[in-house]
């Protein structure tokens, strides 16, 4: 399964955006093998249930990664599987999207609590509002938040409330710290939503990661430069393969 990659799809926007990316890696080489899959239709925000499902739906022993949200997942479940995991790739994704004390580099919980209350209350107008949001340091914003929402699947409170308390009760530092397998964390350089600064924060926590930047980038580089983070994500495979 080395030559296996699933991609977990990012909060609220489905599986669309990550679809140039994976088109991209195909086009790269015809032995990888790349899925994309949407995240659990789960009630609950409990990591551990989240996990569960993953665990037991996904390919065994094949490369795990994601897109924001995703990511944080897959770093999750890549810990957890350990040897049974070739490889983690994360894409725009943070180790705590909410911050803490001891992570200053997230999304203010005041805001966090402020974007849930707007989810319960209106949640088509809350997606288009993160598109906008994720679209932001696009070459063009206005166009990126279009596509964006325009492919999202049809919004469900319930499940978008769920996956955002996820998001606020996830923490991966020591997921990242426990992964013994090859790491690529690939972030964006005018993310809106993941500080750049966590490129920096990421080696603190696990020197003996591949972490990269892509300039002049929004959240939704996926969707934006699928081709550079193509040839990012296909150049460290090479390298991992070579060692």
Not at 200 to 220: C, F, K, M, R, W
Request: charged share 20%; with cysteine; hydrophobic share 50%.
């Amino acid at each position: 399964m080395r030559d296996r990659l699933v991609l977990l799809s990012g909060w609220g926007l489905g599986t669309a955006p990550s679809e140039p990316l994976a088109a991209a890696l195909r086009g790269l080489t015809e032995r990888l093998q790349v899925e994309i899959e949407p995240l659990p239709d789960l009630a609950g925000s409990d990591p551990d249930e989240w996990l569960d499902e993953l665990d037991a739906t996904l390919a065994p022993d094949c490369w795990l990664g994601g897109w924001s949200l995703g990511g944080m997942l897959a770093t999750q479940l890549a810990a957890r599987r350990g040897e049974r995991c070739c490889g983690l790739l994360t894409l725009a994704s943070n180790a705590c999207f909410v911050a803490r004390e001891d992570w200053p580099l997230g999304m203010p919980a005041s805001t966090h609590a402020a974007f849930r209350q707007g989810c319960s209350a209106d949640p088509q107008a809350t997606l288009k509002r993160f598109a906008l949001l994720a679209a932001q340091g696009a070459a063009d914003p206005r166009g990126m938040a279009r596509l964006l929402a325009a492919s999202a699947p049809q919004a469900h409170a319930d499940g978008l409330l769920a996956s955002l308390d996820l998001l606020a009760a996830l923490d991966s530092r020591q997921a990242v710290q426990q992964f013994r397998g090859p790491q690529l964390h690939l972030l964006a350089a005018a993310d809106a939503l993941v500080p750049v600064a966590v490129s920096a924060a990421l080696l603190g926590l696990q020197p003996d990661i591949e972490v990269g930047v892509l300039a002049s980038s929004s959240h939704a580089f996926v969707l934006e430069r699928p081709h550079e983070l193509a040839a990012a994500i296909q150049a460290f495979l090479s390298e991992v393969g070579d060692d």
